[in-house]
């Protein structure tokens, strides 16, 4: 899945730069659809990122390109690989500012765990 946001002033922290909180919710939200619409009417919740480094600020105006591939599938969690690509009003080329691997699972009505695959779906 491809997706891209436009940075605005109010995604910015303190420092006239994008705040990570931000950055993770759209992350988040972007692997989340991925993952819904490979699996549709399935509900998936977030359990984790693997690891959190930004490798570079982000001015307003800038356009993220969020790339997110499906990685691993497990019996009740599936893996993306989420990359998030930065590209400045000024500049003609894209580069890497963020990238993780986030893991959902899949869970009934309750909140219970429950398998990618069952019975039901097929």
């Keep these: 899945m491809i997706s ?3 940075v605005m002033p ?5 420092y006239g730069v994008l705040f990570g909180g931000n950055l993770l919710k759209w992350v ?6 991925a993952v819904s619409l490979d699996y549709p ?9 693997d690891r959190v480094e930004f490798k570079k600020s982000v001015s307003g105006g800038s356009i993220l390109r ?16 989420a990359r998030v690509f930065r590209r400045e009003l000024h ?3 894209e580069d890497v500012i ?11 009505e309750s909140g219970e ?3 990618v695959v069952s019975a039901c779906d097929v």
């Design 98 to 108: 963020f990238s993780t691997d986030i893991t959902f699972v899949r869970v009934d």
């Design 10 to 14: 109010e995604h910015m922290n303190q």
């Design 66 to 81: 969020f790339e997110v591939v499906r990685q691993r599938v497990g019996r009740t969690s599936i893996t993306y690989d």
């Design 4 to 6: 891209y946001k436009l």
């Design 91 to 93: 500049q003609s080329a």
């Design 28 to 33: 988040d939200e972007t692997a989340w659809m």
């Design 113 to 115: 765990k429950m398998p």
């Design 41 to 49: 009417g399935a509900r998936f919740v977030t359990i984790g990122m």
